[in-house]
């Protein structure tokens, strides 16, 4: 029989199709179809300049916003050579509002997946906590959820005074709370029960598809953008990479990509801290701080390709820009490589025999989103 699963199934994590071929309970082959969010963020960023496509980066993955804007900006900086003109306040800044909003995405990820599998508690628990994270880059930004706050040679704006001490408000409040979500739902024996040995992802076959993010590093790899590239301040930082174990199954399954998200929001916590530190004691703000760069009106690179990449929530963000005319602020090419798209490439692979209940956990396990995947 063949099966749609979606474009409005609320297991398919926005607007995709999966075609399902089964035997009875038993999935035989998945053949996923996108392209129902077509942004077409590619061709805005062939008309528009560097600048001005910063609003559209937002709006890949929304979930995570920051990270994706900080990634293009970086590449337009070393393109434009000012990388290392960057103030190490705005820098700190942006590590500590990027980690945030990966704790956000990570929150969403984990909270839908309980939902997904049928625990509803944490789903709720998970979007009261977001709602600090949204309510304070709210504050810093002027938007909840796609914010135009990282900017080419500095940011939007400086953080608000005494945003600060209720980033380490929440932080003392957080910590706790990832405690009785764990034993609420990582301790789980019937949340163990559905995603342990299930949808078992080889280190190999997540190599060879392109996987990155905590899909790859839950197969067994220590592969982190933020400290392979060292882009940025990470390399100041003090942080662990989690990677799947295979505590409760074996290493590569759903619970283990779901345990690296959960590890890597206490490592984001700590990266935050440790940030904050820095911007309240050698990095504090000063009236004549000026977070806006004095760049020149055009921002006209030299002819080259360049691609750069960060380590979004997903994974592998990266960004791949052909600029031919020194004379121009608009690539003749901007090309996008969203984590999800891999991600979700390697779902027929390891979703073939499951039983149908058990692709809901593989997909949910995956955490892609559509707007990055489509583009």
Known sequence: ??????????????????????????????????????????????????????????????????????????????????????????????????????????????????????????????????????????????????????????????????????????????????????????????FINRTANVGVLPLDVAINYGCSGPVLRASGLRYDLRRIDGYSVYPEIDFDIPIGKGEVGTTGDCWDRYKVRVDEIEQCLRIIEQCLDRLQTDLKRTPDFDPRAKLPRKLTPKVQDYYMRAEGSKGELGFYFIHNNERSEIPLRAKARGPSFNNLSVVPEIAKGVMIADLIAIIGSIDFVLGELDR
């Open 1 to 190: 029989m063949i099966l749609n699963m979606g474009p409005q199934h609320p297991s398919t994590h926005g607007v995709l199709r999966l075609e399902l071929i089964t035997d009875g309970e038993i999935v035989k082959e998945v053949i996923p179809h996108m392209g129902y969010l077509h942004r077409c963020f590619e061709k805005h960023a062939e008309n528009l300049t560097y600048q001005q496509t910063i609003p559209f980066t937002d709006r890949m993955d929304y979930l995570s916003s920051m990270t994706n804007a900080h990634a293009w900006v970086m590449g337009v900086e070393r393109m434009l050579g000012i990388d290392k003109d960057i103030p190490k306040r705005i820098e700190y800044i942006r590590v500590l509002v990027s980690e945030l909003n990966r704790i956000g995405s990570h929150l969403i990820a984990i909270g839908t997946y309980g939902i997904d599998i049928g625990a509803f508690t944490p789903f709720l628990w998970c979007f009261r906590d977001r709602e600090h994270i949204m309510g304070m880059l709210e504050w810093a930004s002027g938007s909840r959820m796609l914010y135009n706050y990282i900017w080419v040679g500095g940011l939007f704006y400086d953080l608000p005074v005494g945003f600060e001490e209720r980033c380490r408000e929440f932080i003392n409040y957080f910590k706790p709370k990832m405690v009785e979500l764990n034993n609420l739902l990582t301790d789980n024996q019937i």
